[in-house]
């Protein structure tokens, strides 16, 4: 079945410090990936929309300078957390839809816990 | 908002009970889809049901999808305590943008006692 794996599982980090997140699509290709963040017992919140080869499309209300998006192949998507603060702290999760399938699941990533302190 | 909504928000019955979750969402879909999360882990996809469906079953599930109320349901048939978790529903939405991209309801917490 399709895979996509995310790194790291968990981060620690230091405040003003930078974060990358990892999304593979290990056995398909993605034109498109998801990014969300979830809060303590609350539900996930769609923070932008990433399309390889282009800009990532941003969610309202959502820094593009603090959650820096890159694509840059068909099966990598990465999230960087900029100047990170404790507030910056949750649970961050990656989708991705197989290329060329509209009518499909999306394929999550087990998620990456950031704790920054 | 851009979340659909799940009532109830949390639902609490004895095992070997059924349990009912609704979702309900706003703008037009191609599909939806449930999904199940325990506490601090990753999300778990149980099953899809596209527009053109209204009722899918998948072991122990029973999911409905009525368009015409933009709502959709699950069923958990003959509940055990490993079915205690965070139960969401996202909807493939079109977005102004052009593309699909999923929205998640605010989620039903299940806790199945034994």
Not at chain 1, 97 to 105: A, F, H, M
Request: charged share 20%; aromatic share 8%; proline share 2%.
């Amino acid at each position: 079945g399709a895979v996509v794996s995310q790194h790291p599982s968990r981060v620690i980090c230091k405040s003003g410090t930078s974060v990358k997140i990892e999304c593979r699509s290990l056995d398909f290709q993605a034109t498109t990936m998801f990014w969300y963040r979830q809060f303590p017992k609350k539900s996930l919140m769609l923070m932008a929309t990433s399309n390889e080869g282009s800009k990532a499309t941003y969610e309202q209300g959502v820094e593009k300078d603090k959650f820096l998006i890159n694509h840059a192949s068909l099966t990598l998507s990465t999230l960087t957390v900029t100047s990170a603060h404790p507030e910056d702290s949750s649970f961050y999760i990656c989708s991705a839809r197989v290329k060329g399938r509209l009518n499909t699941e999306a394929f999550f990533g087990q998620g990456t816990r950031l704790t920054v302190v | 908002s851009q979340q659909g909504e799940e009532d109830p928000q949390a639902l609490s019955i004895q095992e070997g009970e059924n349990a009912t979750m609704n979702c309900s969402y706003k703008t037009s879909i191609n599909n939806l889809q449930w999904y199940r999360q325990n506490s601090g882990r990753g999300l778990v996809h149980l099953i899809l049901i596209r527009s053109n469906e209204r009722e899918k079953h998948s072991g122990r599930l029973r999911v409905t999808l009525d368009t015409s109320k933009k709502s959709s349901s699950l069923l958990i048939t003959a509940s055990r305590a490993a079915d205690t978790a965070s139960y969401f529903c996202a909807t493939d939405a079109l977005a102004t943008s052009g593309t699909y991209k999923y929205i998640f309801g605010t989620g039903t917490r299940l806790k199945v006692l034994a």
